[in-house]
Nanobody, 120 residues
Framework: QVRLVEFGGGLVQPGGSLRLSCEASGAIWSIAAMGWYRRAPGKERELVAL???????NYTNSVKGRFTISRDNAENAVYLQMNSLKFEVTAVYYCYGECRYRRSGSEDYWGQGTQVTVSS
């Protein structure tokens, strides 16, 4: 079974920074896409940032220029550097991984979520 675990959430003041980490473990052959989604109070879950194994990225427009996603493929890990934080980024952040089977195909996995709260 594949497991994704997030670290780094917490309470931060406006304008501050946080770095989220996610580590995947278990029966992993390789990971295709890996990244972060979030669910804010009263809103649907949305994409924050995603990176494919080839390095291509996809960010939601609201975080471009402030958030940076990175990966360590050897460690099956993904990170999200969050700078210039605003109140509206408050949400539960979930790690996502598309784990490839050795033969073919893939399966989606999700972390348990980590709370990020921006407050003065």
């Amino acid at each position: 079974q594949v497991r994704l675990v997030e670290f780094g959430g917490g309470l931060v003041q406006p304008g501050g920074s946080l770095r989220l980490s996610c580590e995947a473990s278990g029966a992993i052959w390789s990971i295709a896409a890996m990244g972060w989604y979030r669910r804010a109070p009263g809103k649907e879950r949305e994409l924050v940032a995603l990176m494919d194994s080839d390095g291509s990225t996809n960010y939601t427009n609201s975080v471009k220029g402030r958030f940076t996603i990175s990966r360590d493929n050897a460690e099956n890990a993904v990170y999200l550097q969050m700078n210039s934080l605003k109140f509206e980024v408050t949400a539960v952040y979930y790690c996502y991984g598309e784990c490839r089977y050795r033969r073919s195909g893939s399966e989606d996995y999700w972390g348990q979520g980590t709370q990020v709260t921006v407050s003065s």
